[in-house]
């Protein structure tokens, strides 16, 4: 089997890099690890930034999410007694968010790549990258029990932080960076009517909540938890006896309860692979870095990253031109930093650090009460918020 580029990982960034160089005529073809079944089971955050709205638009699958995504001109943070709203349209100059889950976003790449004879080879077992510092690098593969070997130009990674394609460079070449965070995050998701029309975070005594939404009848909301707790020791009534002992009693009085429908607990890390590239392999999204999901950039960096690398491999099979393939690491980093350090800031004035003591709980508490007394601080929070420019 042959092809141009061989993407492992069919998650939104490997079937997005494909849409994009398949309608620019350039061959790909994806090997998954999982089955579709589990690879559309997964519940994924939600909030799009503008610049990933528009790459969705252009390669062709943004019709559904215009249709049935909610635009968000803002969000909430409360904190002591206060709730304050960052007015995101009016301090960016008319720049919003979409929110419109990721596991809707793989549905409609999946149908997109179908609907155009894409290849997605689903359950591609033992994926292995060989020859990635010659110009005929290749990938082998096992499926249905017989072994198979792709040819290719180049190969992307979007494979995830635990796949093969950052373990594929060597060690005394890569180099990672590395948070991770005393705490967790037990979410929830809940087919009831949100709390707000828009998202709220909550500073409090007890820990950090989210107040999120998936639709208008589909709400996701998260607790910081202990890393040492089991999803099986939250049942649904104190999950929300305990979101609403950390909302504002106006915001609690709103709350519509029900039985979830998921339910699960992830550990927090800000994670970065530099470089981005070895020979003739690229990583993409959560196989190079990994942010806490404070900010909403996981997703949406996943994007850019397929922005400079699409755009990359394009300018290469149109014109032999190199130098977007060669820089494309240096490129998507200095975004991905930015992103690290918004998510990282978001983390830390937002969730309780017990090892910070009373120190830390008033240092909190005067970065709040400054963001809101600060029309320069809403700015960059809003800027960041939205998505800089790729």
């Known amino acids: 089997m042959k092809t141009q580029v061989g993407i492992i990982g069919g998650g939104p960034a490997g079937l997005l890099l494909s849409q994009i160089l398949h309608l620019r005529g350039i061959d790909s073809v994806i090997l998954e690890r999982q089955s579709r079944v589990y690879v559309m089971g997964r519940i994924r955050a939600g909030v799009i930034e503008q610049g990933m709205q528009r790459m969705l638009r252009e390669a062709e699958v943004g019709a559904r999410m215009d249709r049935e995504g909610l635009v968000h001109a803002g969000f909430q943070i409360a904190f002591g007694d206060r709730l304050e709203r960052i007015d995101l349209e009016s301090l960016t100059g008319g720049t919003t968010v979409m929110v419109y889950g990721q596991t809707a976003i793989t549905r409609d790449l999946y149908e997109a790549r179908d609907a155009l004879g894409g290849v997605v080879i689903d359950e591609a077992e033992d994926v292995g990258p060989h020859g990635l510092e010659t110009d005929a690098p290749y990938l082998t593969f096992r499926k249905n029990g017989v072994e198979e070997r792709l040819d290719c130009d180049f190969v992307a990674a979007c494979d995830g932080y635990h796949g093969v394609g950052r373990q594929s460079i060597p060690a005394d070449i890569l180099r990672t960076y590395e948070r991770v965070y005393p705490f967790g995050w037990l979410g929830v998701l809940s087919e009831t009517r949100p709390i707000a029309d828009e998202l709220i975070y909550a500073n409090h005594e007890r820990g950090f909540a989210l107040c999120s939404q998936r639709s208008k009848s589909l709400s996701r909301y998260y607790l910081q938890c202990s890393l040492e707790d089991d999803v099986e020791e939250w049942p649904d009534d104190r999950f929300w006896e305990e979101l609403t002992a950390r909302l504002p009693d106006e915001v609690a009085a709103t709350l519509e309860t029900g039985p ?40 949406n960096l996943a994007a850019s990253d397929v922005h400079y690398l699409s755009g990359a491999l394009i300018a290469y099979y149109d014109n032999g031109d190199r130098e977007g393939l060669d820089t494309y690491s240096e490129r998507a980093l200095a975004r991905v930093w930015k992103a690290e350090r918004f998510s990282w800031w978001m983390t830390n004035m937002l969730h309780k650090y017990s090892e910070n003591g009373e120190f830390g709980v008033k240092m909190q508490q005067a970065e709040l009460d400054y963001l809101f007394s600060s029309e320069a601080a809403m700015t960059a929070l809003a800027e960041n918020y939205v998505g800089l420019p790729y």
């Open 260 to 299: 979830s429908i998921e339910k699960s607990i992830a550990q927090l890390r800000s994670f970065v692979a530099e470089p981005l590239q070895y020979g003739r392999l690229f990583l993409a999204g959560d196989a190079g870095h990994i942010v806490p999901p404070t900010g909403a950039k996981g997703l």
